[in-house]
């Protein structure tokens, strides 16, 4: 089978690395990948590196009908036998249209929980075969936006448990973000935007004061939130002890040195990056909300708490410093459950059954 797959994502976020992991699992069980992205993004390198073939097509986003045109020749020329889409700058209404055009099937993956217009759904989705939801969350919201149940599917977005058996020099990292001997260390990871909830953890952690022993916190992202989160630790005080640490590349090589891992986010398709903690065996604190209640199994993998409480994700962190055998407990049962149930091969053979009905009907 001959996949094309369209990525127009800058940065190597959850998404885009998602996309590498499913085209190397499909190119491992002999299928053709070729993905199609930005020049210089994230995931170009990424596909690259991992020896998968890839075509370079700016795209400026939705409404750059002439990238619609060049993917639609490109497809022409290349004759897959489907086109995914996984992406939503450009690459699912655009992506979708050329796949229409060139008169090649397409499916495309919805990977944020977002609320938009019926009739907006109603076009964005049009024009293709099949729509995967990475989570139940996702598909809830695709069904409420009018997507029939027949053109439907969920697939879990998957984690690279091997990549996080091995850490990096832990001792290393944590001198060079000014974490003492002894201290604990809570990290957080995703972009600075309002529905991530950084605010929250930064409240959180003005709260927990010195009775549960020295702590740091780590925030790893970028986005315009920086300077106002910045400013919230320091006006709570907190600014010796919270480090922003902006976008690291190489963060997967790290994840396992973690003692906690806080996910406060509002609003969350799956949540990849609870997904590496877990799989690192590092526990989980978040909010009970959208696609995290898929990836955290409460009490069992981690501790959810009420969305916007402050007070309880405090509550929950704080429980999991004073108790170090909570902490292995959860992160053990987490790492297991990511190899069973969240494994690339899982992700991919789902795949591979999908694309082959929408190729058979």
Same mark, same amino acid.
């Given at each position: 089978?001959?996949?094309?797959?369209?990525?127009?994502?800058?940065?190597?976020?959850?998404?885009?690395?998602?996309?590498?992991?499913?085209?190397?699992?499909?190119?491992?069980?002999?299928?053709?990948?070729?993905?199609?992205?930005?020049?210089?993004?994230?995931?170009?390198?990424?596909?690259?590196?991992?020896?998968? #073939? =890839?075509?370079?097509?700016?795209?400026?986003?939705?409404?750059?009908? +002439?990238?619609?045109?060049?993917?639609?020749?490109?497809?022409?020329?290349?004759?897959?036998?489907?086109?995914?889409?996984?992406?939503?700058?450009?690459?699912?209404?655009?992506?979708?249209?050329?796949?229409?055009?060139?008169?090649? +099937?397409?499916?495309?993956?919805?990977?944020?929980?977002?609320? %938009?217009?019926? =009739?907006?759904?109603?076009?964005?989705?049009?024009?293709?075969?099949?729509?995967?939801?990475?989570?139940?969350?996702?598909?809830?919201?695709?069904? %409420?936006?009018?997507?029939?149940?027949?053109?439907?599917?969920?697939?879990?977005?998957?984690?690279?448990?091997?990549?996080?058996?091995?850490?990096?020099?832990?001792?290393?990292?944590?001198?060079?973000?000014?974490?003492?001997?002894?201290?604990?260390?809570?990290?957080?990871?995703?972009?600075?935007? #309002?529905?991530?909830?950084?605010?929250?953890?930064?409240?959180?952690?003005?709260?927990?004061?010195?009775?549960?022993? %020295?702590?740091?916190?780590?925030?790893?992202?970028?986005?315009?939130?920086?300077?106002?989160?910045?400013?919230?630790?320091?006006?709570?005080?907190?600014?010796?002890? =919270?480090?922003?640490?902006?976008?690291?590349?190489?963060?997967?090589?790290?994840?396992?040195?973690?003692?906690?891992?806080?996910? +406060?986010?509002?609003?969350?398709?799956?949540?990849?990056?609870?997904?590496?903690?877990?799989?690192?065996?590092? +526990?989980?604190?978040?909010?009970?909300?959208?696609?995290?209640?898929?990836?955290?199994?409460?009490?069992?993998?981690?501790?959810?708490?009420?969305?916007?409480?402050?007070?309880?994700?405090?509550?929950?962190?704080?429980?999991?410093?004073?108790?170090?055998?909570?902490?292995?407990?959860?992160?053990?049962?987490?790492?297991?459950?990511?190899?069973?149930?969240?494994?690339?091969?899982?992700?991919?053979?789902?795949?591979?059954?999908?694309?082959?009905?929408?190729?058979?009907?």
């Amino acid at each position: 089978m001959k996949i094309l797959h369209v990525e127009t994502g800058r940065h190597l976020y959850g998404g885009p690395q998602q996309v590498v992991y499913l085209a190397r699992a499909l190119s491992d069980m002999g299928h053709d990948n070729l993905i199609v992205c930005p020049p210089g993004s994230g995931i170009d390198s990424a596909a690259r590196k991992a020896a998968i #073939p =890839v075509r370079n097509l700016f795209c400026a986003g939705d409404l750059d009908l +002439p990238f619609a045109y060049r993917l639609t020749q490109f497809i022409g020329r290349t004759k897959p036998d489907i086109v995914h889409c996984h992406s939503r700058r450009g690459a699912d209404v655009l992506g979708g249209l050329a796949a229409s055009f060139a008169d090649v +099937p397409a499916v495309v993956s919805r990977r944020v929980d977002n609320t %938009e217009m019926r =009739v907006v759904a109603a076009l964005r989705y049009r024009p293709f075969r099949k729509v995967i939801a990475i989570s139940e969350t996702i598909a809830q919201e695709l069904r %409420e936006r009018g997507v029939e149940e027949d053109r439907l599917a969920v697939i879990r977005s998957a984690v690279d448990v091997a990549r996080f058996e091995k850490r990096g020099d832990c001792a290393g990292f944590r001198r060079e973000y000014g974490v003492p001997e002894g201290a604990l260390l809570i990290a957080a990871a995703g972009q600075l935007i #309002p529905r991530k909830g950084h605010r929250y953890l930064l409240q959180a952690a003005a709260e927990l004061g010195a009775d549960h022993g %020295e702590f740091r916190v780590l925030i790893f992202g970028e986005g315009y939130l920086r300077n106002q989160l910045q400013s919230q630790a320091e006006a709570l005080g907190i600014a010796d002890v =919270v480090t922003l640490a902006g976008f690291r590349e190489d963060l997967d090589d790290y994840v396992g040195c973690f003692d906690i891992f806080v996910h +406060p986010a509002l609003a969350e398709g799956l949540g990849v990056a609870a997904l590496k903690a877990a799989a690192a065996g590092v +526990p989980v604190v978040g909010f009970e909300a959208g696609g995290l209640r898929e990836a955290v199994v409460h009490d069992e993998t981690g501790i959810l708490v009420p969305p916007e409480d402050a007070g309880a994700l405090r509550q929950a962190i704080a429980g999991l410093m004073n108790d170090q055998e909570l902490r292995a407990r959860l992160g053990e049962a987490g790492k297991k459950r990511m190899q069973n149930d969240f494994s690339i091969d899982t992700m991919a053979k789902k795949h591979v059954a999908l694309y082959e009905s929408v190729i058979d009907a």
